[in-house]
């Protein structure tokens, strides 16, 4: 077993496409790429081609999403062209758990090769959105603010629009006025009950005419209750945890999203959650709940939560959504020992 520290090449455009000057920014829409090896990278690929040398299958362990089918992919390549004869298979886990390795194990497949170039298409688009918008602003805005010269203007596909979302957010706050206003609410007291009669027009700026209002009401010192209607009201189970609401959830323990995640990839490596980077919600019908649910018995937090779950029958309330690559983010085992106690976790 070896390994490897993400991507190991990246997209480059040849050296006579290099040249901002001679070489105009629409151009690069065009220009053909080369896929290169990283200079950080290069000890990595030697060591993969020694060990496919000496070696007639190769089982590749990365992440199950995409990024991890492309970096699969790359390892791959680097092998076969150092031994042509290698047999190349892929295990898809979830979990590091004993059980998901052997299950991975007995059941290995090709590689994905659809997803492995999705993602080349992806990382193609970026490199030509952004070296051509990159140059074409930097070019403009060095020319039109001296104060700019030999300034790089960055141009990202996804990060631009975000910083339109930021600036017009921010807008918003710097420019809104706040302004006074006023509104009437009956308090009832009956019982030791107290209910809160809100004002259908809620509120009005003006404080002449709801003190206006106001005396009015108090004037006639009755009110009729002309019609009641009631509604069940129903609190639902919450969805199966992705990596989005986790990061909504942080902030309930005042922590960034980047301390969470910084977290959840410790309780992940040490075996106690599934992948922590998910965008599914729905617990897919293969995966048996019964042992996790089972597992948590022994915590004395939630042992009896867990007996009540087992008596009453696994049904979790599935979403919608799903990566077709990951579960939704779940315990492994219980928490109550010294391994989770003994965790170290430094956040920023």
Known sequence: MTSVSGHMQNYEFPIQYKSWSSTPPDALFDAPLVKNVTKD???????????????????I?????????????????????????????????????QTAVRRAMANLVPLNVLIAEAVDARQELDLRIGASFTRLQSLFLQNRFPTLVDRLVSFGSCQFPTLGFVVERWRAIAEFQPEKFWKIEVHHNRGGMN????????????????????????????????????????????????????????????LTAKDIMKIAEKLYTTGFISYPRT???????????????????????????ATEILQNGIDPRNGRKTDEAHPPIHPLKEGSGNGLQNLKIISS
């Open 41 to 59: 990278m290069v000890k990595v690929k030697q060591n993969l081609e020694q060990q496919s040398r000496t070696h007639s299958v190769l089982i």
């Open 61 to 97: 362990w990365t992440d199950c999403d995409r990024e991890g089918e492309n970096i699969g992919a790359e390892v791959r390549d680097v092998c076969l062209r150092a031994n042509r004869n290698l047999r190349v298979l892929r295990a898809r886990f979830s979990e590091i758990t």
């Open 195 to 254: 209910t809160i009669f809100t004002w259908s027009r809620v509120r009005l700026f003006s404080e002449r005419a709801a003190a206006a209002i106001f005396e009015e009401i108090e004037e006639s010192g009755r009110a009729k209750v002309t019609h009641l209607e009631s509604k069940p009201k129903s609190k639902w189970r919450p969805f199966p945890l992705e990596t989005v609401e986790l990061e909504k959830k942080a902030r309930m323990l005042g």
């Open 279 to 305: 965008e599914t919600n729905i617990f897919p019908k293969s995966l048996d709940l019964k042992p996790m649910v089972e597992a948590q018995q022994r915590d004395p937090r939630f042992g009896a939560f």
